[in-house]
């Protein structure tokens, strides 16, 4: 079940902007997103950022937070992914040093269209499956975009829903 947004909320044409010392970010897949919008404007005290079929994030000042919520209908109240918003791609590109000197297998995505925005990215994976991205905002876009395929036997689905769970991005 797909839902609708109301039309109340305003849709922003360019991503908020990313505080100089980053923010984390939690993805969370939701049944309903009208409902979990409304929920989550009112316990952050903020609209959307970006709002958009099936998606929503918030930029949150304070605590500084990238919420995303991402329409996913019986996965409601899980994890979809956890990420690091920085502010340019010279900080991923450090990043991508620094997690590979540490000798941390990276999945790096430069260039790349994810939750209606082009992006700079590098994935990481936890110890216990979980799925980390320190990824920049290049510029919105107009499409959800897709990222690399998973395999099969991969916990999760990152950034869709179950039908799109061969792909993962955001």
Not at 109 to 123: I, M, N, P, S
Request: glycine content about 10%; proline content about 6%.
């Amino acid at each position: 079940m797909t839902s609708t947004v109301e039309s109340t909320v305003e849709l922003t044409a360019t991503p908020a902007p990313t505080p100089d010392g980053g923010r984390v970010q939690l993805a969370l897949n939701v049944d309903n997103l009208a409902e979990a919008v409304a929920f989550y404007t009112k316990l952050f005290g903020t609209a959307p950022a970006k709002l958009r079929p099936g998606y929503a994030n918030f930029a949150v000042a304070q605590p500084p937070l990238k919420l995303v919520l991402i329409e996913n209908p019986g996965s409601g109240g899980t994890l979809n992914h956890l990420g690091v918003e920085v502010p340019t791609s010279d900080v991923v590109h450090s990043e991508i040093a620094r997690l590979t000197g540490e000798g941390l297998f990276t999945d790096e995505e430069l260039g790349t269209t994810c939750c209606f925005a082009t992006q700079d990215k590098v994935w990481v994976g936890g110890p216990d499956g979980e799925r980390w991205e320190v990824y920049t905002v290049l510029s919105d876009s107009a499409t959800f975009g897709a990222g690399p395929k998973t395999t099969a036997d991969e916990a999760g689905v990152c950034c869709g829903t179950a039908s799109d769970a061969s792909s993962s991005c955001c």
